[in-house]
């Protein structure tokens, strides 16, 4: 598995990296400031996922025992501080946090960076945005939806419909020596659906933009992980919402469900082309070399991540040869949807400078359904 790193929007400069290399080390190559210190900046919320996750944990306290002692004395023992149920409960989660803490540092190492304990013993400590933490929290759903037994049915009911979709428009040839199509498929997270589309035979290359989730998805395409030696995750610890039994925060996840490099050989494919690139998709797509160069965009959960969904559409265009296909599952949510203007802005900068904090895609977004 080839892994093409692209910068992003700062320059067009592409780097065919070295088998060898992390994504750590691919960075340090290109000598790019920024892009270092946001490398920092992720790993720091990596490391410091267990401390946030515990505080997280004991801030609970202080409002239970604020609660009126008509209200305290109906709670189940495990949540009444002091009792033998809390402190197995206490325990539990304290075991869950490190297994995920766990599974970061591994993650970390094998990209060339310090872990948790090696920052720890250093005694320097930068603390994470709570935005940060909440994507590394986000890592670990990904991770169960993709890779593992769990998330088979929510697998099924999103990427088997892309996955036939293809089969069906864009078939392959019988005779060997015809070339593969390419298909191209942006926001591709932890990688699953890419390697998919890759296994069934054809030439895939997965865009992703985050780089927490470009390094959860090399860690397990790339370490050699196997479900002979899973690591075994808590995806829902921090969940306070949705959560119908206690045991649910706390109910262990192995991963991976398949060996990557087994499934992308699965059916004796001898040489798959499959290549991920880092960074943002219009900066990377619009480039002219990609354009009229892919028979297929395939993408989940991915056309509502633009601030206008009109100019993903126009790259998509330029990037497809005559005939090519887009195939895109999923919900129209569009994430950078803003505030919408009342009776009293009024003017366009009476509305800009009232939510000058928020990001400017944020007041800049155009919902199609509109």
């Given at each position: ?99 995920n803490q766990f599974f ?142 206690s045991t649910d925060p ?121």
């Amino acid at each position: 598995m080839s892994d093409q790193v692209q910068q992003s929007e700062k320059s067009e400069t592409t780097i065919q990296s070295d088998q060898n290399l992390s994504l750590s080390q691919q960075t340090k190559q290109r000598q790019d400031q920024d892009e270092e210190a946001h490398m920092e900046s992720v790993s720091d919320a990596f490391r410091q996922y267990a401390t946030f996750a515990r505080s997280a944990r004991e801030g609970i306290v202080p409002r239970i025992q604020s609660l009126p002692e008509t209200q305290r004395k109906v709670l189940p023992p495990s949540l009444i501080p002091g009792t033998q149920e809390y402190r197995e409960r206490e325990e539990t989660r304290r075991e869950a946090e490190l297994r995920n803490q766990f599974f970061f540092d591994c993650m970390l190492v094998y990209s060339g960076l310090p872990n948790s304990q090696q920052v720890l013993r250093e005694r320097k400590v930068s603390w994470t945005t709570d935005e940060f933490f909440d994507k590394t929290c986000s890592v670990l759903k990904s991770i169960a939806r993709d890779w593992s037994q769990d998330g088979r049915s929510e697998r099924d009911s999103c990427y088997k419909p892309i996955l036939e979709a293809i089969a069906t428009y864009l078939p392959l040839k019988t005779d060997r020596d015809c070339f593969s199509p390419r298909i191209c498929v942006p926001g591709a997270g932890a990688g699953r659906l890419a390697l998919e589309i890759c296994a069934m035979g054809y030439e895939v290359q997965g865009n992703e933009f985050s780089l927490f989730m470009l390094l959860a998805s090399d860690f397990i395409l790339n370490s050699g992980i196997t479900p002979q030696q899973p690591y075994t995750i808590c995806p829902w610890l921090v969940q306070t919402k949705n959560v119908c039994l206690s045991t649910d925060p706390v109910r262990t996840v192995p991963i991976p469900d398949v060996d990557p490099v087994q499934l992308l050989f699965r059916n004796d494919n001898h040489a798959p082309e499959f290549s991920m690139t880092a960074g943002e998709f219009v900066s990377i797509y619009n480039s002219p070399k990609e354009h009229h160069r892919w028979h297929c965009v395939a993408s989940c959960f991915f056309l509502d991540t633009a601030p206008c969904v009109v100019e993903y559409l126009q790259v998509i265009h330029e990037m497809l040869l005559e005939g090519g296909l887009l195939i895109n599952f999923g919900p129209l949510l569009y994430h950078w949807s803003g505030p919408t203007v009342r009776p009293d802005d009024l003017d366009e900068h009476t509305y800009r400078k009232k939510h000058h904090s928020l990001d400017k895609r944020y007041l800049e977004s155009v919902d199609m359904s509109w």
